[in-house]
């Protein structure tokens, strides 16, 4: 194998195809990315039992053939090539070696006919736009679960049903759900779902948002697959589902609701939480045109009023975990949010439009 390619574009591509490498593996073969030369054409694949990415660049092949090479440390040398062209030669079947801007550089090879064939993409279902997606999925995912023990947890769910996508995620603490519109190759008589790692699917997300356009969704029982341009990604589905958000998110009986600039209630909690003790409160008393935030116990306190209005009572207290409220108000984007409160101890839905939501449980008088 033998190629000249930018170094820009090498760089890009070894960095989208070495987010699939494994962190450890007892298989030294999957921290290799495979680079495969041929016509105008540079692919380069990586995989874990997990995942797997692929991108696509532009190169000038001299020589077609393939090359596995370990992924990280191609990665570390390209960080620090001087730009410009990049001569890449396997020499002996034994070393890649990269040659650019009178910097050389020799890799050891490992035995490309040994690496297993990276999986296909699955059916494609559709499309949506980059950015918006990206946008989606970090508005849910602080609300995922961190807790490995519970797999389930650590997903964000995804419904497809006709022209609108919808996300959600929970860790049973707190729950975020927002919708977007997609473009489905098909009509489908059912919802389509998926429950897909949030962890993965917020980095390749975002990475997919570098470009603008579209990004092609793919989707079996068992696989998800997003593409945009030369780049794809496959993630392996998690088992199990979420709790159905239908009566949750339904505030039956009586609840007031309050409604706070958003920026500054931010900043408000923030503030306060500065003296709260691990696992206690921010209190937020709602009272004729102001709220006052209040944190910690004893000697050490803080507060701060921030201007509310608050309809549906002439009152009401209630305290929340800072870190779960902060997490919240942070994946709004609106000036103003909406706070539908159903008492301490009760569920709270924090609201801009119909189109993005989160709940949280407050807490419990006797915790303020």
């Given at each position: 194998m ?18 699939a ?35 696509e ?17 191609l ?29 050389r ?40 679960g ?15 049903t ?51 356009g ?15 341009a ?21 505030l ?24 709260a ?11 004729g ?35 779960y ?9 609106a000036?103003t ?32």
């Amino acid at each position: 194998m033998e190629l000249r390619i930018e170094r820009r574009e090498l760089l890009e591509a070894v960095t989208w195809a070495a987010r699939a490498l494994p962190a450890r593996s007892p298989v030294p073969l999957l921290g290799g990315l495979l680079l495969e030369a041929e016509g105008d054409r540079l692919r380069l694949s990586g995989q874990d039992y997990e995942a797997s990415a692929c991108a696509e660049a532009e190169a000038r092949t001299r020589r077609p053939g393939r090359a596995l090479v370990m992924g990280r440390r191609l990665l570390d040398v390209c960080k620090v090539l001087p730009d410009g062209p990049v001569d890449c030669a396997v020499e002996d079947a034994a070393r890649l070696t990269l040659n650019g801007g009178g910097a050389r550089f020799g890799l050891s090879l490992l035995p490309p006919e040994e690496y297993p064939a990276p999986p296909a993409l699955p059916e494609a279902r559709g499309r949506v736009d980059a950015e918006t997606f990206a946008a989606a999925v970090g508005q849910v995912s602080p609300a995922a679960g961190r807790d490995d023990t519970l797999p389930a947890l650590t997903g964000i769910h995804l419904t497809l049903t006709g022209e609108t996508m919808t996300l959600a995620a929970t860790d049973r603490y707190r729950y975020a759900l927002r919708t977007i519109p997609w473009q489905p190759q098909a009509p489908a008589d059912t919802p389509t779902e998926a429950l897909v790692p949030s962890r993965h699917l917020t980095e390749i997300s975002r990475a997919l948002s570098t470009r603008p356009g579209e990004v092609s969704l793919a989707l079996d029982s068992h696989t998800l697959g997003l593409s945009s341009a030369a780049r794809h990604t496959t993630t392996r589905l998690l088992e199990g589902r979420l709790p159905r958000p239908d009566k949750l998110f339904a505030l039956d009986g009586t609840h007031a609701t309050a409604t706070v600039d958003r920026a500054a209630l931010t900043e408000a909690v923030k503030r306060v939480a500065v003296v709260a003790e691990r696992d206690s409160p921010v209190e937020l008393a709602f009272t004729g045109g102001t709220v006052r935030l209040q944190a910690g116990y004893e000697n050490d306190l803080a507060s701060q009023h921030v201007p509310s209005t608050l309809e549906g009572a002439e009152s009401l207290t209630v305290g929340f975990n800072p870190a779960y409220l902060l997490d919240a108000l942070t994946t709004f984007t609106a000036p103003t949010v909406r706070l539908h409160l159903q008492g301490p101890g009760q569920r709270a839905l924090l609201t801009t439009d119909s189109t993005h939501r989160h709940l949280l449980m407050s807490m419990r008088p006797a915790l303020l």
